[in-house]
């Protein structure tokens, strides 16, 4: 995995946020104010996303292919708590780790095969869209 600048937001007017890739843009909308990092791995590109409310923050991020479809989105976010991305490096070829709520540290890796995740509770800081199903994203708390 590594860092690319590739994508940028243009905005639509309105609350929605499309993105340009190497210049054109593509018709994915995304969430979030601001794009806070991007990387590539093997053809795949993870784009993490931020609201800019540091009182209520929420990192949303998505997985895309080579054509600028969207593959999968996973939240990291509690109701009414701080958040700031914080120290992110890539720890291995197809994983990212950071810090968000203070003293948490994550894992964010891309699965080279879709993994079935359970419901969330929802109480749980990451919720994956769609709720139910296979995702390739596997967001985890690192102790």
């Known amino acids: 995995m590594s860092p690319v600048s590739r994508f940028s937001l243009i905005e639509n007017g309105s609350q929605a946020r499309n993105l340009s890739f190497d210049g054109h843009r593509i ?24 609201d800019d409310n540091p009182y209520e923050e929420c990192l949303h991020v998505i997985l895309l292919d080579e054509g600028g479809n969207l593959l999968d989105t996973v939240e990291l976010a509690n109701p009414y708590s701080p958040g700031m991305l914080d120290g992110l490096r890539v720890s291995s070829p197809d994983s990212v780790d950071f810090g968000f ?5 994550w894992r964010l890796t891309i699965l080279k095969e879709s993994k079935l995740h359970l419901l969330q509770s929802p109480a749980s800081p990451v919720q994956y869209r769609p709720k139910f199903g296979r995702h390739r994203l596997d967001l985890q708390p690192v102790k």
């Open 27 to 50: 018709e994915t909308v995304v969430p979030g104010r601001v794009l806070a990092a991007q990387f590539e791995s093997e053809g795949l590109f993870l784009l993490l996303f931020t």
């Open 101 to 105: 709520f203070g003293n948490d540290h």
